[in-house]
């Protein structure tokens, strides 16, 4: 009991603070160019992404993002500078935060990592946030909404945020996301009628670890992709002004399948820049 209490009180110290944005700021790191292997480490696992990406999507654009989570600023500035890569994914927004200040301003940043709605504010000020790519609830587009209503006023060029809605196709437990069906479509049509400061440009999945094994390099389909396109063609005609929808589906270890069954926007982080640390650490 006594120790709760204590928990709960626990106010932490300036100097505790400034330590934690230091070390905050450390992993991040300022936007200067790495050594030169690092750098052709980066670019040659970037560029086979890419020639996999446009032989199997030849038919159509397909974005690639480069998901950049845990992996410091000199690493993003690298594949700006030398690759041409302008989109990058981001799943913690105080690191997104000062990544975006310290980077080029014409890179288009990706939010793909859990949204709090105290966050929503943080997010809906980076004038080159491209686009959030997990709202599942009404909650967290009214949220982001707001945010990016305040974020506008008084200010031009601030226009309306690109959303996704995460959708959780695999049914786990662990995963986010709405439900295929009714509570998709709730929030679709929310975002639609009511969010004047968000477009609605697709659906977005990260789908079942053991589903995407399943059917890796071989010619079957992956369920949790097929999932996510029902749901784009049940929204498109349930939903009026809606217009056609993009599918964010597919990451390393299945982007390939992805793009067959029809994503436009693949998030690809490990295969480019190597396996992460532990969040931890940071
Ligand atoms: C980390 C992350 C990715 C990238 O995962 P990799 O397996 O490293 O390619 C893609 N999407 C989301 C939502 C993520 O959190």
Known sequence: MKKDMQRIS??????????IAKMTTASVGPAVLPDEDRIETLCHALGAVRE???????????????VSKLKPASDIYALYEKSGQRHFGENYVQELVEKAAVLPKDIQWHF????QSNKCGLLANIPNLFAVETIDNVKKARRLNEARKAASEGRSGVG????????????????????????VLDVAKYITTECEFLELQGLMT????ARSHAVAGGESENPDFSTLMKEKHAIESAVPKVGLLELSMGMSEDY???????????????TIFGARPPKTSI
């Not at 990260?206 to 670890?209: C, L, R, Y």
């Open 160 to 183: 309306k945020l690109k959303v996704f809605i995460q959708v959780n196709t695999s049914g786990e437990d662990n995963k986010s996301g709405a439900s295929p069906g009714e509570e």
């Open 112 to 115: 793909i990592g859990s949204l």
């Open 52 to 66: 996999r990406v446009d032989a199997i999507g030849s038919e159509r654009q397909v974005r690639l993002v480069a």
């Open 10 to 19: 626990f106010v932490p110290s300036k100097a505790f603070r400034v330590q």
């Open 256 to 270: 390939e399948v992805a793009i067959r069954q029809g994503s436009t926007n693949v998030r690809v982080g490990s």
């Open 206 to 209: 990260i789908g079942s670890i």
